[in-house]
């Protein structure tokens, strides 16, 4: 599934970008989440049995679709539509859905915050898809040439994780820097204004931004490559992976889903037209950027994925924005042998 894929025409492409992010907002006093489910999945969904998908601007159900992954499904689906990780782990509070649809930095936070989130499906995009541009009157070239600048991003999505990383993979700490937060339509304005030095953007508002001001100044800076981790992930509360019912049916739902995505590699123009242009709405080229962006998916093995999420919640750590968190329990590894299997069906 789609990393900065998941896009919202409504309010047009600034949005799209607001969207993509998926990130979590804190949650406090919640209880520690419980151990990994150890009992085999059940293969049996129950006939009448419907699953509650929290869906993101109809991507996942779109995706489904248009690799024909929808077919003679053994169950029901109430699809309900989001913007962004906190409204998919409010419906995971609130007990109203059993699976979602985010990126990494939703799982860090919620299960810093003692959320209970499994991960039951996970999808490898690119993670050079968060880039850092200047203003157009900026001289910096370097991450490190941004020490006592400012710096947009977005306070719990994967601008967050992106920019500290930079920072420190620059050899500069938070504090060197003046980080000033702002929700995703609002960075390029920003830029564009001299508001702020540097700012975090994803396709298409790279394109977007680069096309109305590179010939002002304007330019992506040398050091922001391999940001993020690059994961998308199919998420469940730890209740409906404990039940028997739910977990048979996210079971199908994750292999359809992994069948789904690698469709997608392989008909990447029939995907823009199918989810861009008639879906969201929204001009072709701006689905062949922001697909270009996320490169070609891949299937990881869920140790693969943890050892790249435990680097999101470790730099999130170290700059004291979360306490030191093992993520390793937030993987059911129950669908590790599901996605494998689909993946080589």
Not at 23 to 41: E, F, Q, W, Y
Not at 176 to 192: F, Q, S, W, Y
Not at 260 to 281: F, R
Request: aromatic share 6%.
């Amino acid at each position: 599934m789609p990393t900065y894929r998941q896009t919202a025409a409504a309010l047009g492409t600034a949005v799209l970008a607001a969207a993509v992010l998926s990130g979590c907002s804190s949650t406090t006093g919640r209880a520690a989440p419980a151990g990994p489910v150890d009992k085999p999945l059940s293969t049996a969904v129950p006939a009448g049995f419907t699953l509650r998908v929290a869906d993101q601007n109809d991507l996942l159900r779109t995706t489904l679709a248009a690799a024909g992954q929808d077919k003679d499904l053994p169950y029901g689906i109430s699809w309900s539509s989001f913007q962004g990780g906190p409204a998919v782990l409010e419906a995971f509070r609130a007990g109203a859905a059993d699976v979602g649809f985010v990126s990494d930095a939703p799982v860090v936070f919620a299960r810093a915050h003692g959320q209970d989130a499994r991960v039951v499906g996970v999808v490898q995009n690119s993670p050079d898809a968060v880039h850092l541009w200047t203003s157009p009157g900026s001289t910096a070239r370097t991450v490190a040439d941004l020490k006592g600048k400012k710096i947009a991003y977005t306070e719990g999505t994967t601008f967050q994780p992106a920019v500290l990383n930079a920072l420190e993979n620059a050899g500069l700490k938070p504090g060197d820097v003046t980080l000033v937060k702002l929700n995703p339509p609002e960075i390029p304005a920003a830029l564009a204004a001299g508001q702020v030095d540097a700012g975090t953007l994803t396709e298409p508002l790279v394109s977007k931004y680069a096309t109305g001001y590179q010939d002002r100044g304007a330019h992506e800076l040398d050091g922001d490559k391999g940001l993020t981790s690059g994961l998308q992930l199919l998420i469940a509360p730890g209740k409906a992976v404990a039940d028997d019912a739910t977990a048979a049916a996210l079971a199908d739902l994750a292999a359809r889903f992994t069948r789904a995505e690698l469709w997608i590699t392989q008909h990447k123009d029939a995907w823009v037209q199918s989810y861009y242009v008639d879906s969201q709405k929204l001009p072709a080229e701006v689905g062949r950027a922001v697909v270009a962006n996320n490169g070609t998916a891949t299937i990881p093995d869920q140790a693969t994925a943890a050892a790249r999420l435990q680097k999101i919640a470790d730099v999130l750590t170290g700059a004291g924005v979360i306490g030191g968190l093992d993520v390793s329990a937030v993987f059911d590894r129950r669908f590790d042998a599901v996605q494998a299997a689909a993946a080589r069906g």
